[in-house]
């Protein structure tokens, strides 16, 4: 037996199949590596910065701090970073709760419902993923000015949610498609209703595929900057992103301050990241199965 297994090559093929494989795991190691340093380098320079004064700064910018100036978190707080932080996170929450139970109710209709004209809505709500938001930056300013809501936390809330429904709705409903049938029809079988249906088999059983969405919406909407400063203009409505502008000067600028601010921008999201991983990419693994 042995020599017939040495005829075909199977122990030098294994042999070679292993050596392909740790060759393979070193190249993604090292490709993961050199991107996670591409990644993380930026961020920890901008936080050995806001433990700096501007001076220090300029002089040297590559170095640990000589005087570590907390201070300076403490003072951005109190210049407009805390009111700029409430008006995100009211955006933020707000955005997510409307888009993914919007997006949920559209995609549940969409996959598990026959009706004329279907594959018409599916087609053109994908077509939104092809415009940026960019584009429709001037009709979107008239419409929210004729409307009454500028410089309110609606002129916000409304496009983002506009925006991100046709992503979010797709992967939602690629997530529903892979349900089984049994399971609805059982269901149905013992009197539960569509809506029944909905929030008590196909919300529970979507976990990863709706934390998945609720990480996307809040990346976006935390850290969009163009409609935050054209669709808003006062200060007590500013988000983070925009508001961080009023630290610089035109003529003087506490980049330690500026810094720090920055800083407390992205906690928020780290922590989102690191406390959600394990449903972010299973939802995104298991989103995309089905088209």
Known sequence: MLEKLNKFNIFSFNKENTLFSYIGIIFSSFVLLLLFLLVAYPLFWMIINSFKATREIYSNSWALPSNWLFSNYVEAWNMGVSKYFLNSTLVTISTVIITVSASALCAYGLARFKFFGKKIILAYIAAGLMFPPQVSLIPLYKMIQSIGIYDTHLALILPYTAFRISLIMLLIRSFFLDIPKEIEESAYLDGCSRLGIFFRIFLPLSRPIIVTSMVLIAYWAWNEFLFAIVFVDSDSVKTITAG????????????????????????????????????FVRGLAEGGIKG
Request: net charge positive; aromatic share 16%; charged share 10%.
């Open 244 to 279: 961080l502008l009023a630290f610089r000067d035109a003529l003087y600028t506490n980049w330690g301050v500026l810094m720090a601010g920055l800083v407390i921008s992205t906690i928020p999201i780290i922590m989102l990241f690191i406390f959600l991983q394990k449903y």
